[in-house]
């Protein structure tokens, strides 16, 4: 079992930036794939972000490449996404998730969430116009 806790959302004026996290416990994997997705009102979970643990290699959604950075802190097993420029359209619950990191391996991109098996609360993030 692994448990994940996000924080780190909240309201911001576009523009701004915010930065979430994602703090893992239990039987964390050996070597991870750690994703953050999110999902807005009405629409599909979009996946954002990928990294492999360890070693730190990122994957980016077209949407957010270039304005957001996720990475990774072994040491605290605490998983980060920064995200800078944010749009209103960029509103969303943000939600982390975890496997093993040969599901970041076996997919061409972000993997999708069906692949996921452990899932943190959410965190909402809020950007206004």
């Known amino acids: 079992q692994v448990q994940l806790v996000e924080s780190g959302g909240g309201s911001v004026q576009a523009g701004g930036s915010l930065r979430l996290s994602c703090v893992a416990s239990g039987n964390t994997y050996a070597s991870a794939c750690m994703v953050w997705f999110r999902q807005a009102p009405g629409k599909a979970r979009e996946g954002l972000a990928s990294i492999t643990t360890p070693g730190g290699k990122a994957t980016y959604a077209n949407s957010v490449k270039g304005r957001f950075t996720i990475s990774h802190d072994d040491a605290k097993r605490t998983l980060y996404l920064q995200m800078d420029s944010l749009k209103p359209e960029d509103t969303a619950m943000y939600y982390c998730?975890?496997?093993?990191?040969?599901?970041?391996?076996?997919?061409?991109?972000?993997?999708?969430?069906?692949?996921?098996?452990?899932w943190g609360q959410g965190t909402q993030v809020t950007v206004s116009s």
């Open positions: 998730a975890v496997d093993d990191g040969f599901t970041c391996a076996i997919v061409d991109g972000v993997p999708p969430d069906s692949l996921f098996e452990y």
